[in-house]
């Protein structure tokens, strides 16, 4: 006992570093979204405004069907079958838009909290959806998850981001005194 209280190991080195490294790298995952689930169509014919793509809106019905046909969660199968599917054109702008921001969020670390948040929730949803799949499906979203948590609860964008660059320059603003960053 005397001899391994003896052997030290190395410290932790900088670990609001590899945090905040964390967090970009998941939102880098996360605004992949930009690029495969939005686009830019023309509002009124002149006015460029982002929408979730032809693709995503044409595919995210049929891969909830999948999701729901074989879930053993009665209440949200039944929640993706009675609701999601037939409102896919909102929940196709939800998902998209509300990855992009996670992304957005978390890659800059701005309003980290919020983001991670949102990540949870999205994440949570999708989890739910696909958890009757296997064990990889399980392992990715459980992984994810408890990440997001880490990111929020250790405030990893006051590292490396916005948030911590707001509460350094100015700490008297909004932005620094809420808990959403």
Same mark, same amino acid.
């Given at each position: ?6 052997v ?12 905040a ?12 979204? #930009? ?13 460029? &405004? @982002? ?12 891969? &909830? ?6 879930? @053993? ?9 009675k &609701?999601v599917?037939?409102h896919?054109?909102?929940?196709? =702008?939800?998902t998209?838009?509300g990855?992009?921001?996670?992304? #957005? /969020?978390?890659?800059?670390g701005?309003l ?11 994440? #949570? ?7 009757? =799949? /296997?064990s990889?499906?399980? /392992?990715f ?9 880490a ?5 990893? /964008? ?10 350094t ?13």
């Amino acid at each position: 006992m005397d001899s391994q209280a003896s052997v030290s190991s190395p410290p932790l080195r900088s670990p609001e570093r590899w945090l905040a490294f964390l967090r970009i790298a998941i939102g880098l995952w996360f605004v992949k979204a #930009l690029f495969t689930k939005l686009s830019v169509i023309l509002l009124w014919g002149f006015l460029p &405004v @982002p929408s979730a793509s032809d693709r995503w809106i044409h595919l995210m019905p049929i891969l &909830v069907a999948k999701y729901a046909e074989g879930n @053993p969660v009665a209440l949200f199968r039944e929640f993706m079958q009675k &609701v999601v599917i037939p409102h896919s054109n909102l929940f196709a =702008q939800l998902t998209a838009f509300g990855e992009t921001a996670v992304g #957005l /969020g978390l890659v800059f670390g701005c309003l980290t909290a919020m983001a991670s948040g949102i990540g949870m929730f999205l994440v #949570l949803n999708y989890g739910l959806a696909v958890q009757w =799949q /296997g064990s990889a499906q399980q /392992g990715f979203h459980y992984t994810l998850l408890v990440s997001l948590v880490a990111i929020m609860a250790s405030r990893a /964008g006051r590292h490396w981001g916005v948030d911590g660059w707001v509460r350094t320059r100015h700490s008297g603003s909004w932005l620094a005194r809420t808990r959403l960053g």
